[in-house]
Structure formats: structure tokens, C-alpha cells
T-cell receptor, first 115, second 113 residues
Framework: DAGVIQSPRHEVTEMGQEVTLRCKPISGHNSLFWYRQTMMRGLELLIYFNNNVPIDDSGMPEDRFSAKMPNASFSTLKIQPSEPRDSAVYFC?????????????FGEGSRLTVL | QQQVKQSPQSLIVQKGGISIINCAYE??????FPWYQQFPGKGPALLIAIRPDVSEKKEGRFTISFNKSAKQFSLHIMDSQPGDSATYFCAASWTYNTDKLIFGTGTRLQVFP
């Protein structure tokens, strides 16, 4: 299996620009999670989907962030407009149906730098 | 009450030594405690997990010790190797909301030859 695939791996952009991060979960997994990792705040859950439906977006920092999952094999996290404080590594993770909450499979992350 | 407190923040161990990372929680409803391992430039990966009905779980050189009354659990890495150098996260969740994992702040482990 190819694992969770994220793109781009690195993104450098200027403040005010739109950023779109992409994720392809493991085939057959029905839950998808977006996390943000920073030195100051560690790993934070932003939003998660079950069967393509957003379940809890309480971790999304503000309205500048949005996430979609149009089908079982693709999700996006969009930041518009981006700000320097959004600089972080963004991880996508997926989980198979019926598995315990701990068994998340993470992608390699998208490192975002907003200048 | 939903926090998981992890210590130390960083740890330096000599090859062959024992690495010990500790976590504490407040919410007694937590009933699943995984540990994740993250290498630089990679995403976290599940290492080992425990439920509170057992006090210890061992997988190879990795052991989780769980103290339910103290609301603490720890990861022990026996015979630590340079290849174990990574960041380790403890986490917790509860059965009625299994989608939400609460992560600790992480421990950066460096094992020197």
C-alpha cells in the first residue's frame, strides 16, 4: 500500500496568498484527519471526516481555514488568506473503519512557510 | 482536563541505556493510550498502545507501564539504539469519542553511540 500521500511536501508563500494542501488517504480507510504541528503547540487536530462528512471542525483556527473531502480518496485544506503565524507542518492521517482511535496512519506532512 | 502532560521535553541517552518517557492525564474517562514515534521529516507512526485493564505491555525493546490510580503511564526503551533517536508522543482517547486523540507535547530522544 502506498500510504497516505500529501502534496506539496514544501510550500513557501507570501502573506495574503491562498494555500491549498492536498491529501490522498489509504484506500479503504473511511476516516480522515488534518493535524497541524508546531514547536509551540505540538500536534493539534484541526478537522476530521468520517465517510467524507466533516464531523468536528472545532480545531480549525479561524474562518481563513477550510477543508473539503469531495470523495473517499481526496481531501484539501485551504488557507485564504495565509498569514506568517500559519507556518507549520500540516499532517493528514487516515484510519480504517472499525479500528481503534489510536491507529492513525499519517502522511509525511506538508511544511508551510508564510513570509 | 483534556490535557496529556509529557516529560521530559528532551532526553539524551547513551547507546545500551534505558530511555524513560512519562505522561500524566486527568480525565479518568480516557481508556486508550497509544505512543507514536516520529522521525525527522516524517509523520508520526503508531509504536505501541495500552488499555487500562493491563498494567504493562511489552513489544520487543519497548514497554508501556500503566498506573491507573496515579493516572500516569510511561514508555521504556530498553537497550536504546541510535536508530531510536526520534520524537515520541504519548496520547489518550476515550471510547465514546474515539475519533479524538489528545497528544502530549512530545519528547525528543537522542541516543549517542
Amino acid at each position: 500500500d502506498a500510504g497516505v500521500i500529501q502534496s506539496p511536501r514544501h510550500e513557501v508563500t507570501e502573506m495574503g496568498q491562498e494555500v491549498t494542501l492536498r491529501c490522498k488517504p489509504i484506500s479503504g480507510h473511511n476516516s480522515l484527519f488534518w493535524y497541524r504541528q508546531t514547536m509551540m503547540r505540538g500536534l493539534e487536530l484541526l478537522i476530521y471526516f468520517n465517510n467524507n462528512v466533516p464531523i468536528d471542525d472545532s480545531g480549525m483556527p479561524e474562518d481563513r481555514f477550510s477543508a473539503k473531502m469531495p470523495n473517499a480518496s481526496f481531501s484539501t485544506l485551504k488557507i485564504q488568506p495565509s498569514e506568517p503565524r500559519d507556518s507549520a507542518v500540516y499532517f493528514c492521517a487516515s484510519r480504517a473503519s472499525g479500528r481503534g482511535a489510536g491507529e492513525l496512519f499519517f502522511g509525511e506532512g506538508s511544511r508551510l512557510t508564510v513570509l | 482536563q483534556q490535557q496529556v502532560k509529557q516529560s521530559p521535553q528532551s532526553l539524551i541517552v547513551q547507546k545500551g541505556g534505558i530511555s524513560i518517557i512519562n505522561c500524566a492525564y486527568e480525565n479518568t474517562a480516557f481508556d486508550y493510550f497509544p505512543w507514536y514515534q516520529q522521525f525527522p521529516g516524517k509523520g508520526p507512526a503508531l509504536l505501541i498502545a495500552i488499555r487500562p485493564d493491563v498494567s504493562e505491555k511489552k513489544e520487543g525493546r519497548f514497554t508501556i507501564s500503566f498506573n491507573k490510580s496515579a493516572k500516569q503511564f510511561s514508555l521504556h526503551i530498553m537497550d536504546s539504539q541510535p536508530g531510536d533517536s526520534a520524537t515520541y508522543f504519548c496520547a489518550a482517547s476515550w471510547t465514546y469519542n474515539t475519533d479524538k486523540l489528545i497528544f502530549g507535547t512530545g519528547t525528543r530522544l537522542q541516543v549517542f553511540p
